[in-house]
């Protein structure tokens, strides 16, 4: 199995962050419950998919999402593979951790071309980064390791694009590295080097995001000045790490989630903060350095995707369908018998393709499988 090193090639220009945007004026707040008109969804699931009880998706991009599913046998507390959403067939990819009997999978994200996953010694806290090829829902090659930490670091939040694992490198909030920098890397199919993108003076927040090529990071920035988080945006196909886009939030308001999309900014905060503004407010917001911003009040509970046209925000148990152009909105609910945080979203970023599932209970009110949705646009 082989291992790659880290190497530095972070821009010059990430300088110059913006003011932040505190937001005192109730006109800049757009609430689409009380101003946009309700209406029935035209949403209907192309494809409807019974998988067996315990089966988590990710979809990040293409015709694959990765899929953490119950265990084939009583050796293994979980399996990875990927399903199929033109067909719902899941395909088993990973039986067992490849470091060691100690280590259980963590987390996994799949593009059409890379699969890419986390392996944790729950005995010691160690953990490992690792990256494949993936073609047509089958690896092939070797698995690299492409990070590796211990108790003090905490296991990387990451996503993939291309044939690329981007992920973040952060000290634990407490522990013997907690005053280290945090680091966004890069890593390429073929590469020898994962290359860096970004460094943080102090741990990010939120997971990174790609939508139509776009990466979107939260940095600490304005070091001298206080606690603050910049959303930014990163354009991948430029090859320079220049942020494109920036958003920097009120003093202390640390974003749940950050994604670009369709030059939008579109962030939520899982939590209220005082004396900072409407920013500071729990819920989704969609909108640029100053505003105006649509909002969803509503407690967040994944990240928001752009499906077609139209801003997708998971609520408590349904979603809502989001129209600026027409100022409307509507409800995708969930599934029949569904648990109480009924639908959740798989998918993320740009997409035509919503995939969404749900534990759904038999007769007798007891979970029995989940329910896979595709929505296709």
Known sequence: MAAITLSSCTSDTNTDD?????????????????????????????ATYTLPLGTVLFHTEGSWAAAMMAPESSLHVNTLGVMSLS??????????????????FFDVRCSDGVLAWVEVDY???????????????????EATILDQGDIDWEPPRFTVWGTSVIWYRMPQATGDSSSEDSHCYQWTLGDDEGQELWTSHGRFSASPRVADSILTIVP????????????TAIDLTAGDNTRRAQLVLPRGVAPFEATYLNDTFVFSIEASYNGVGSLGNMGTFMGNEGGP???????????ALLLGNRYVVKSQASHFVIDPSAQTYA??????????????????GV???????????????????????????
């Open 18 to 46: 913006g003011e932040p945007q505190v937001v005192t004026d109730e006109s800049q707040i757009v609430d689409i419950i009380n101003d946009y008109e309700n209406v029935d969804t035209d949403l209907a699931a192309s």
């Open 87 to 104: 067909s719902g067939d899941l395909v088993t990819l990973i039986e067992a951790p490849t470091q060691g009997g100690t280590f259980g």
């Open 123 to 141: 005995a010691d806290r160690s953990w490992v980064l690792l990256g494949q090829a993936l073609s047509a829902g089958t690896l092939s090659g």
């Open 220 to 231: 600490r920035v304005r070091d001298d000045e206080g606690t603050y988080y910049g959303l």
């Open 293 to 303: 911003y649509i909002y969803v009040r509503r407690e967040p509970q994944s990240c």
């Open 331 to 348: 409800v995708l609910s969930a599934p029949d018998r569904c648990l109480d945080f009924g639908d959740w979203t798989a998918s993320e």
């Open 351 to 377: 997409t035509n393709q919503l995939l969404t599932y749900a534990t759904v209970r038999d007769e007798q009110g007891l979970p029995a499988s989940v329910t896979a949705r595709v929505f296709t646009v």
